[in-house]
């Protein structure tokens, strides 16, 4: 793919997902920047405008900067390493960050929508369909949907960890034309930034145009969780599934929404997926997991078919019918991941059997698989 056709590409997106770091939206003393807010909303404000009332422009704003702008009002110096203090900071500045969202994009006679995720409501399929339903009927209300992650309640078990994944799986969700991620720094580096002699990458075409390369965590100014390696994890997510990222920073956000050659542009490597199968992959938590023999290893990973009792040897976690759970080859590594049939308790008394056996034994409810194979992804091979 040229520079030429990637312009076109960005050109002709209707639907674009941005992604924004804290580092790009706070002081150097953690409260908001509210001149660095309305720089963006003017960038936003004139993509959208590039659309017609038959085609119009959208977007969906993944912002960061909830636990960043919470920090200076409650008297932090820095981001706590505690959860309760996290989501102190979480819930004050949450509602400073929207308050700010708000007053720029009314400048221009536009509303925003917030909405809060968890990777609980990723990986369960009604949560998601939820969340899809919000965002689709806010962008048909003409209204911006400003996403983060609900760092309120969101445990280490339900989180997504950073918000340049949650931007990738949001932008499969609402099957946008164009993720665009925004930081602190202007592309990805072969090396140190600021050392001598590295220099930008402008193209990935896929994980060969990486190899060798030094990619760094998070940031200096210490507000984030995230760094150049989630932002190439979250371009790794989308472009497998087709969409097209741009990775620069945040003072080039009208450059990169322009086409023209900034940051580093990530082609599509893959088309897109089932949505609940992308977002088991990469924003479920397992809660478990269940052992195979090598025949079922080989039935699930090469044959891609469903997961039956008889294949499971050990059951481990304490899960219920419907969670993600892992599945284990007979070494312990992880093969593949899914939405498991039957709760922990049951089932060690089915492991070996078949589900002709079990059925006539425990009843029709009990000739089912573990886990379908509409409802696995695999993780190898």
């Known amino acids: 793919m040229t520079g030429t056709t990637l312009r076109e590409d960005v050109l002709r997106a209707r639907r674009i997902v941005v992604k924004v770091g804290s580092s790009s939206l706070t002081t150097a003393t953690g409260g908001l920047d509210a001149d660095r807010v309305d720089a963006l909303v003017d960038v936003l404000a004139r993509v959208r405008e590039r659309g017609t009332e038959e085609e119009p422009v959208e977007i969906v704003l993944v912002s960061s900067g909830a636990i960043a702008a919470g920090l200076a009002p409650l008297g932090l110096e820095r981001r706590p390493t505690d959860l309760a203090r996290q989501q102190a900071a979480a819930s004050v500045g949450q509602g400073l960050l929207v308050a700010r969202y708000t007053a720029s994009f009314a400048r221009y006679g536009l509303r925003v929508g917030q909405v809060l995720l968890t990777a609980d409501d990723a990986s369960r399929r009604a ?49 946008a034309d164009l993720l665009v991620l925004l930081s602190d720094v202007d592309g990805l580096y072969d090396g140190d930034p600021s050392k001598p002699g590295t220099s930008r990458i402008a193209e990935v075409h896929g994980p060969q145009d990486l190899a060798g390369v030094e990619i760094g965590s998070a940031g200096k100014a210490g507000v984030g969780t995230g760094g150049m390696v989630t932002k190439v994890e979250a371009a790794r997510i989308a472009t497998g599934a087709g969409i097209p990222v741009v990775l620069t920073a945040a003072r080039h956000a009208a450059d990169a929404l322009a086409g023209r050659d900034t940051g ?111 409802d696995l992804v695999v993780l190898t091979g």
């Not at 048909?140 to 949650?166: C, K, Q, S, W, Y």
């Not at 079922?296 to 294949?311: D, H, I, Q």
């Not at 049939?341 to 059925?359: H, I, K, Q, V, W």
Request: cysteine-free.
């Open 264 to 374: 580093t542009i990530f082609h599509r490597t893959g088309r897109r997926a089932a949505d609940r199968l992308l977002w088991l992959e990469h924003a479920s938590s397992p809660r478990g997991a269940v052992t195979l023999d090598a025949g079922a290893v080989a039935a699930v990973v090469e044959r891609r078919t469903s997961l039956l009792p008889a294949g499971v040897t050990g059951v481990e976690g304490d899960f219920a019918a419907g969670d993600p759970v892992d599945l284990l080859d007979e070494n312990g590594n992880i093969v593949a991941r899914g939405l498991v049939n039957f709760d922990a308790r049951e089932l060690p008394r089915l492991l070996g059997r078949s589900t002709r056996d079990l059925a006539r034994e425990l009843g029709p409810a009990y000739e089912r698989e573990v886990v379908h194979r509409d």
């Open 127 to 175: 949560h998601y369909r939820n969340a899809y339903r919000t965002l689709e009927q806010l962008l048909a209300m003409h209204a911006v949907p400003i996403v983060n992650e609900n760092d309120t309640v969101a445990t280490a078990e339900i989180r997504f960890g950073d918000n340049d994944r949650l931007a990738a799986l949001v932008a499969h969700l609402v099957r």
